[in-house]
């Protein structure tokens, strides 16, 4: 937590109690912050102000991108389509690797240089033909209450939402997030406590949790992303108690997304992940049951596509964020066998493609 002279403006918060000190405790994640008035909490965006919890960042933004779907990566929600993404600043993690830094680190308010209200943000996705919003960049889990008002904003005009998160919430908040998100893809950052302990600063369980909810209790798309990292949790053994859980606890159609590290932050000093890792971490996820695993960040045209657990055949190529081939009808079925893949599909059109479309909202 940091201690600061300024004087702090913000919009109320929720998910937060009073202490017997005096202090106010933050109840949004496991970080579990208790402050003193003029604190910030771990992830920065959220503050003590005069005994009451407000954030920081609503309403601010540091900036916004039209993206392929596939970029979040979400390979089964409405393939092709194309979304909407911001993000603000700060997080609740502090990953040694993390790939976001300059904004999940920031401590600069100035780099948030787009004023963006729920209902600007709904209606420029709108203008701009997204499919959906995506709060991503750094974790919507910190900005919740602007996440979840400009849920509704889209909500009102037919726009989707997405979080891109690494999940680390408690269960009371993430009842009303997740209520109010149709798609998630979550950052399970690896299978061990120690890793989430010493490389996060956090722990595992409570991601297990959340990851169990979304999928079981509530009607949000879920795939997950591990973000392999040489000798730190791409063992053999690891990634074969990952799959494990995922077909005991998840099931075998939530999609799994590995993905290559490459040296930033404070692990520089490791090396990028190599293709061949990737491709093992694949086989051994599906040699375990998992029917929709992808390999992320190099070329592979295997690890690209969306196979059919039916008849075997590719039903989506793609080359990273492009489609070359859809074979599913509108409602997600193959077309060679009638196999249903998991997923949310509609009528595939002409694909967005790999293009990635810078937006200022008050030029829209």
Known sequence: MERTTEVLSGTPARWWHTLPDGRIQ??????????KDGQRAACFVRANQGGKMILTTYGRSSGFCIDPIEKKPLNHFYPGSSVLSFGTAGCNLACKFCQNWDISKSREMDTLMDDAMPDTIARAAQRHHSHSVAFTYNDPVIFAEYA????????????KTVAVTAGYM????AKEFYAKMDA??????????????????????????????IHHETDCWLEITTLLIPGQNDSDQELKNLAAWF?????PDVPLHFSAFHPDYRMTDIPATPP??????????MEAGLRYVYTGNVH??????????????PVIERD????????????????????????????FEKPFGAQRIPVRLHAA
């Not at 979840?148 to 726009?159: I, P, R």
């Not at 061949?276 to 996820?285: F, G, H, K, V």
């Open 320 to 347: 990273w964020y492009e489609i070359l081939r859809y074979d599913l009808d509108d409602t997600g079925h193959c077309k060679h066998c009638q196999t249903a893949i998991a997923g949310r599909f509609a009528k």
């Open 300 to 313: 592979n045209k295997v690890g690209d596509a969306t196979w059919c657990p039916g008849c075997g055949k």
């Open 184 to 213: 998630a893809n979550v950052d399970l950052k690896a299978f061990t406590d120690d890793f989430y302990f010493k490389l996060c600063v956090g722990h595992l369980q409570p991601v297990l949790d959340i990851l169990a909810y």
């Open 276 to 285: 061949e890792t990737l491709q093992r971490a694949r086989r051994i996820a």
């Open 247 to 251: 077909v005991k606890e998840l099931s």
């Open 26 to 35: 933050c109840d949004l994640c496991p970080r579990d912050c208790k402050l």
């Open 170 to 173: 408690h269960l009371p908040a």
């Open 148 to 159: 979840m008002d400009t849920a509704d904003a889209c909500h009102a005009l037919g726009v």
